[in-house]
């Protein structure tokens, strides 16, 4: 019990000082407000641009221009945390050490745990004031409808925490190499490969999954893999599914193309109703993934369900309900697990190890047993 | 106070450290003198629990400092030889920084503050940025740093280094400042002149091994042969002539007016050899040992041990 109070004291007296410390530094000078103004500029770029194509090539405005906005949104500055979350970290404990600046830190109270910790959060606050920033742009979409509110607070649930993963992937990489060049470097090609590269794997994966079922003796569809949800992109797609089981327009046929998922019959099929669980619907079927609740539990607030009924096929050309966790409920436990993964290694490499080495050594050794 | 017992540690095939022992009784200011690569880095870092110990055993106040690094480090005050500060703080967020990261918050680390900057004569540059300091004014910062939670014993690795004269002198009156306040303090030097009037007790390392340690006096007691030099108005030939044939005088060199011996014995003997002069009717006008009476053992202990 001492040894806890001990261990939590030692976490505070490494993340107060050093939330202070980085904030304080980070708030001076014309740095953070260039980021700020840089970040808002390309936002509002992208929504002046996304109008732009929508009016010159569509037209009128279509019912589908929320949506587009909306899309490109949230997108975008998922797309634009992903490539500034991990320049914030990268240096953080590499750049102490080539400023020689750790050793004097480690010989304090403060465990590696805190340090990290501190690092972490004082990068989150403000990744975090970055995304608050462009709330105020979401009202925009408003302007055109046909987004539920539950779909923007889902939206920038989903950005903020696979920003706080990437913020601790840089961490953790900063933690680990000598030069914060090395860190940067590795963290960007980690970055990219869970962005972009996650959802090669899953159609690599798919087709090879084909190759070996070529009589189709297994159910098709269902629930994506879930660790394709580790990609932000993948999550927000399947996560806004549109009444007809549609994704977001542009970052949606993308990904469609890429993992296979388009409709197949298309169509109306009636589910029976499952006990205690779904009533019976009307559905579309569209194969492999088709996706009946998208809007069954988000009443215009709150966020979307945690759950999601999947209708699968199978090889005998019944329909089956499966239930699973939604896309984006597993992105934000993905994401949340790989930060605490992350600032843990993180807080090993930083002298944890010893700190261990050391508890273990204390204890008396007890002689094995009879 | 400090107990260190054949202390070994390897970097590679490098045997930086090779049965390193020796003691730091309270309240003794401790110079830890060899050249460069001799080991004193690795032996501090070791003590600061900032590094593992192959072998051996280490401990401060009692407390081992692989197994009770949390005790060790709160009794300790540490600055490496090469360190950083946060260019974008000023030197008081500076100092509060380093009072968070030892759990003192608020009024108290705002009070430990003001004091230490009064200590280090740094308390009228309280609200300039870190990197505007001059090397030396860092330096007393990071010294300022490494008291702010009182610790009873201070680990300084070359605390002197790369300072100007001036600078160096101030460095010293606040190390000999910190000795008067009962600290025990262990200072690692290979400049030796720096250390010879501050410590009250040293230990010369060479190769990763402690090869003479103990008090001042009896250290330089030990050094039998010192250097002196000797000035006379005229006749430095006949006064080079007459040293030769003293007892326990051995290199005369004469250079103009000076001549310089190595002198074997106790001052006794040193004052029996100037009489000596005087009463050839030579006209001595300077006698001295010379400065460095540490540099001679060290340089000494060098030969012998390379010798072999």
């Not at chain 1, 269902?222 to 996560?239: E, F, N, R």
């Not at chain 1, 807080?347 to 944890?352: K, Q, T």
Request: glycine fraction near 12%; proline fraction near 5%; hydrophobic fraction near 50%.
């Amino acid at each position: 019990m001492r040894g806890l109070k001990v261990w939590w004291e030692d976490l505070l007296s490494g993340v107060r000082p050093m939330l202070a410390k980085e904030l304080r530094a980070r708030s001076r000078g014309v740095r953070p407000a260039a980021l700020l103004t840089l970040y808002l500029l390309a936002v509002a770029g992208g929504i002046s641009g996304v109008l732009w194509v929508v009016t010159r090539f569509f037209g009128a405005l279509s019912v589908q221009v929320g949506l587009w906005l909306f899309t490109a949104l949230v997108v975008g500055s998922t797309l634009l945390l992903a490539v500034i979350t991990p320049a914030l970290t990268t240096g953080a404990i590499a750049g102490e050490r080539e400023r020689k600046t750790l050793d004097l830190l480690l010989v304090t109270r403060a465990s590696p745990l805190g340090i990290a910790l501190g690092k972490l959060l004082s990068s989150v606050v403000y990744v975090l004031y970055l995304l608050l920033a462009t709330i105020p742009a979401y009202a925009l979409v408003y302007l055109f409808g046909g987004v539920p509110v539950s779909y923007v607070v889902t939206a920038v649930l989903l950005a903020a925490t696979s920003a706080v993963a990437f913020a601790a992937v840089g961490l953790f990489f900063s933690a680990l190499f000598r030069r914060t060049q090395v860190a940067t470097l590795v963290s960007y090609l980690v970055v990219l490969f869970v962005l972009f590269g996650l959802p090669i794997v899953g159609e690599v994966q798919r087709s090879l999954a084909q190759e070996r079922d070529p009589f189709g003796t297994r159910p098709q569809g269902g629930p994506l893999p879930w660790y394709l949800s580790a990609s932000p992109l993948v999550a927000l797609d399947s996560a806004f599914q549109g009444p007809e089981g549609e994704g977001l327009p542009l970052l949606g046929d993308l990904l469609r193309a890429m993992l296979g998922i388009g409709p197949m019959s298309g169509g109306a099929v009636t589910v029976q109703a499952v006990p205690g669980g779904m009533p019976a619907t009307t559905v579309y079927t569209y194969g492999p993934v088709s996706v009946i609740s998208g809007f069954s539990g988000s009443r215009g607030s709150g966020v979307l369900p945690l759950r999601q009924t999947y209708v699968t096929l199978t090889p005998g050309g019944e329909l089956r309900v499966v239930t699973a966790l939604a896309p984006w409920v597993q992105h934000l436990l993905i994401s949340l697990g790989t930060a605490g993964v992350a600032v843990a290694g993180a807080a090993w490499r930083l002298g944890g190890s010893g700190n261990l080495r050391a508890w273990l050594r204390r204890r008396p050794r007890v002689p094995a047993g009879p | 106070m400090i107990r260190v017992e054949g202390l070994t540690k390897r970097y590679g095939r490098l045997r930086a450290l090779d049965g390193m022992t020796f003691a730091v009784p309270r309240g003794a200011v401790f110079g830890f003198i060899g050249q460069n690569g001799a080991g004193k880095t690795t032996t501090l870092r070791i003590l600061a629990t900032l590094l593992l110990p192959d072998g051996g055993a280490a401990e401060i106040g009692g407390y081992d400092v692989v197994r009770h690094r949390r005790e060790v480090r709160q009794i300790i005050g540490y600055m490496p030889d090469f360190f950083g500060v946060y260019d974008d703080l000023r030197v008081g967020e500076y100092l509060e920084f380093y009072a968070g990261t030892m759990g003192i918050r608020g009024a108290a680390a705002r009070r430990l503050r003001d004091d230490l900057l009064e200590l280090v004569g740094l308390a009228d540059k309280r609200d300039a940025f870190v990197d505007s300091l001059s090397r030396g004014m860092q330096q007393r910062l990071c010294l300022a740093r490494a008291l702010i939670h009182d610790p009873q014993v201070l680990l300084l690795d070359e605390p002197a280094s790369g300072l100007d004269p001036v600078a160096r002198v101030e460095m010293r009156e606040l190390l000999r400042e910190l000795g008067r306040m009962g600290k025990t303090v262990v200072i690692s030097s290979h400049i030796l002149r720096e250390l010879a009037d501050l410590c009250t007790h040293v230990g010369i390392v060479r190769a990763g091994r402690v090869v003479r340690a103990g008090p001042v006096e009896a250290i330089l007691a030990e050094a039998q042969t010192a250097t002196y030099v000797v000035r006379v108005l005229r006749d430095p030939e006949r006064a080079g002539a007459l040293l030769e044939g003293c007892p326990g005088v051995t290199g005369v060199l004469v250079e103009e007016d000076r001549v310089e011996f190595g002198f074997t014995g106790d001052p006794g003997g040193a004052a029996a050899v100037l009489a000596h002069l005087v009463r050839d009717g030579l006209p001595v006008v300077h006698f001295s040992r010379q400065a460095g009476d540490l540099e001679d053992l060290f340089l000494q202990i060098s030969r012998e041990e390379v010798a072999p």
